[in-house]
């Protein structure tokens, strides 16, 4: 998906069966208890595994309701950037269904499954590994808790750069149930729906559905494809009981979008791009990539080296589609498709040993299928077009026990994941002049062992001192059978068996991870804290590896940062103003890194280590209740990244090239201010709010040589909504819009320099 505009504008319509009133009782979870000279709600959070109130946390936490995600208009996951600094979410390059997700600078390489992501995605407890089927998972949602820097003792699962959790409603005890309706623009449209009932004064069960329609915005010029549009539905179900000492939650759920595929454009032409002509190589934009169009145009013979002037003839007709039509116009010649669906199953157990004592455990099963064809280039011309499929299963188990004192808090535990799947990609590149179709075609096996405890000691008055650690030890294992229409393309001295097209490939990765962090609060309202944290992410396999030099199947190692930390919390004025900041600085080793490279005569995606980076920066969270009507807030992130020595064998011929000073893959700046208004009117309240979100340039591909052609410029966005809630009725209808002032968004890019061109999406 370009993902320019997700909504314009559009009108919600909520109703509660009259039985009871429970549409509105999302905000009492995170915002549960209420001091009497409170001017703010004690929001409670589980990001340390135990009920706290996120004031009284020594960590970069940021959390909302589902009272706060619905007032700032927040419906897919991607909208969590807009709320949140130094976080950015973004679609994958050859999938708007997939979430590449940014927290300080640290995101995943590629979106395949022998690749982990820094940041990991937890849904009631349970770590979903491959961030797909998230669009719909924000309704009726109990809060959103958003944890910043290395997170490695308690969340595990390569969690270097932050974690983002998501907490599902629980069922009520009250019989009860909500509707809602939402009409906008690109003729979108959705109905959704709550239904809880409770089974017992101790057991209930809460249902969820939601379907969701909107029509492309894409004008595809040339074919009768239909990208970048919606529609798909969303099924939940949750049950939650206590049985004495005994508590059991159950969540299930499953998704079935069909996207219709992510459009491209062509950004620009490779000014230093070289090609072959009967003048000798040649410099010409867009290179290799011309040379295919003259041929695919009849501009040059099927066979021979085609004249200098077709060339540049070719080249010239080429880059008469960078910026062609209407920003929102495609002239893509390969199928564009993008289909998912999976499901998962969340199992939590706790059990009171003692008043002191509890058992807790957490067991989780997530699978997927998706099927998505890409059109890289957006033009008419075969240049380079995939398709990929993905089937994957994933299991965990996690137990912990966890215990209390006046003086200490501990949790100690351990962990086990396994996933299995199969990842499939077909792809053409420079089709007239290659002829040739290649297919990376893996199974993926991925294992996850993991011991940890931590402890919190309230050594003196307002001091507190927390000392964590983990130790994982992780398998990777893959049976690469890479090939194309002529052959294996696998090295012959790697197959398993002569002759047949199979090579495994088995590593193993262990490292620590630890967190220690001392906080003292010289008042009930102030906290001032600092802390040191370790996270390792474990080591990739390069699947789509081929061809005869060995280097290529390599392994990349794994990961690790060391942060630094310095924070400050506080709740000023009587409480009327919130002020929350921290300041990180992030030593970074074998950094993870995609390059796009010609093989031979073919391109493949594969993961390198970059050898060291410094990453430092700073975020502030504010919120003044101005009056009992009025509440202002904002948000600001500042990042400063770059690498102290990169280099690897993408240059040509596989020559060695210097890339220390890459641009980084996350915007600089970033900054909220939004106010909201709740005023009570006679049978209900009127309700407004407002943002305006900026974010800095971001290069969405930072291995391009030209770095112009991919990267989005620094943007300005308004979101807007207003709301009426009518007592009476126990009904809600809101308008509201987001990108307002119609900003035109990147959100991917793809560099295809080593044959002439790029592009994003």
């Not at 809060?143 to 308690?154: A, C, F, H, S």
């Not at 967190?515 to 789509?544: E, H, L």
């Not at 049978?683 to 989005?712: C, E, F, I, K, M």
């Amino acid at each position: 998906m370009k993902g320019r505009i997700l909504l314009a504008g559009a009108a919600v319509i909520a109703l509660a069966i009259p039985v009871t009133a429970v549409a509105q009782d999302v905000p009492s979870a995170a915002a549960a208890t209420k001091r009497a000279d409170s001017g703010f709600d004690d929001i409670i959070v589980t990001a340390r595994r135990v009920e706290e109130n996120v004031q009284s946390i020594p960590l970069a936490v940021s959390a909302l309701s589902g009272a706060a995600l619905q007032s700032q208009s927040v419906r897919d996951i991607k909208d969590l950037s807009s709320t949140v600094p130094n976080l950015n979410i973004s679609n994958g390059n050859a999938d708007q269904q997939a979430a590449t997700i940014t927290i300080r600078g640290q995101n995943q390489a590629n979106l395949l499954l022998t690749i982990d992501s820094p940041v990991g995605v937890y849904v009631d407890g349970v770590n979903n590994p491959r961030a797909y089927g998230l669009r719909n998972g924000l309704v009726d949602i109990q809060r959103v808790e958003i944890l910043r820097g290395p997170q490695g003792t308690l969340y595990g699962r390569n969690t270097t750069g932050g974690a983002v959790s998501l907490i599902t409603q629980d069922p009520k005890d009250e019989f009860g149930g909500s509707a809602q309706l939402t009409f906008g623009n690109y003729e979108t449209w959705g109905i959704g729906g709550v239904l809880n009932i409770p089974l017992s004064p101790d057991m209930g069960v809460r249902f969820v559905a939601q379907k969701t329609i909107h029509q492309p915005y894409i004008d595809t010029r040339l074919s009768s494809e239909r990208p970048n549009r919606e529609d798909g539905y969303y099924f939940r179900g949750k049950f939650k009981g206590e049985f004495g000492a005994l508590t059991v939650s159950l969540t299930g759920d499953y998704y079935n979008n069909d996207a219709g595929g992510q459009s491209s454009r062509v950004t620009g032409l490779f000014p230093g791009a070289v090609a072959t002509s009967d003048e000798g190589s040649v410099v010409v934009p867009g290179g290799r990539a011309a040379w295919s169009i003259a041929r695919e145009l009849g501009l040059a013979p099927a066979t021979g080296a085609p004249t200098g002037a077709a060339l540049r003839a070719a080249s010239a007709i080429f880059a008469s589609y960078i910026g062609r039509g209407d920003f929102f116009d495609s002239y893509q010649s390969f199928p564009l498709y993008s289909k998912n669906k999976g499901g998962s199953v969340a199992l939590n157990l706790e059990y009171a040993l003692s008043d002191a004592v509890k058992l807790r455990s957490i067991t989780g099963y997530r699978g997927l299928s998706r099927f998505t064809g890409t059109d890289y280039d957006g033009t008419p011309f075969d240049l380079h077009g995939s398709t990929l499929d993905t089937r994957d299963d994933f299991y965990s188990q996690e137990l912990q026990l966890l215990g209390g004192s006046d003086t200490i808090d501990w949790v100690v535990g351990g962990y086990y994941s396994i996933e299995k799947g199969t990842e499939t990609t077909v792809s053409k590149s420079l089709f007239p002049v290659l002829a040739t179709v290649g297919t990376t075609d893996a199974d993926v096996k991925n294992r996850s062992f993991a011991f940890f405890g931590q402890a919190n000691w309230h050594f003196a008055p307002g001091f507190n001192l927390t000392v964590g650690g983990r130790w994982t030890k992780e398998y990777k294992d893959i049976v690469n059978r890479n090939r194309n229409n002529l052959g294996c393309t696998v090295l012959a001295s790697l197959l398993d068996t002569p002759g047949v097209c199979a090579a495994t490939f088995k590593n193993s990765f262990s490292d620590p991870s630890w967190i220690v962090s001392i906080d003292y609060s010289p008042t009930q309202d102030v906290m001032v804290y600092g802390k040191v944290s370790r996270g390792f992410r474990g080591g990739a396999q390069n699947y789509r590896a081929f061809g005869a030099n060995p280097v290529v199947y390599q392994a990349v190692a794994p990961e690790t940062v060391t942060e630094y930390e310095i924070g400050l919390k506080s709740e000023l004025f009587d409480r009327r103003l919130r002020l929350n900041a921290a300041f990180f600085y992030d030593k970074y080793v074998d950094v993870q890194r995609s390059v796009l490279q010609l093989i031979g005569a073919s391109l493949t995606t594969l993961i390198t280590n970059a050898a060291k980076a410094d990453l430092k920066g700073f975020e502030a969270e504010a919120t003044l209740r101005a009056n009992d009507y009025i509440t202002i807030d904002g948000a600001v992130g500042y990042l400063d990244a770059g690498y102290k020595s990169f280099s690897d064998n993408s240059g040509p011929g596989g020559t060695v090239r210097d890339r220390t000073n890459e641009p980084w893959p996350a915007p600089k700046w970033n900054y909220r201010i939004g106010a909201r208004l709740s005023y009570p009117i006679s049978g209900g309240t009127l309700t407004a709010r407002a943002d305006y979100v900026w974010q800095d340039d971001l290069n969405l591909s930072p291995a391009a040589a030209v770095p112009a052609d991919v990267t989005q410029k620094a943007y300005g966005m308004i979101n807007a909504r207003v709301g009426l809630a009518l007592d009476d009725y126990g009904a809600e209808i809101s308008l509201f819009g987001r990108n307002l002032t119609n900003k035109k968004v990147y959100t991917s890019a793809v560099s295809f320099e080593s044959v002439g061109f790029n592009t994003m999406q």
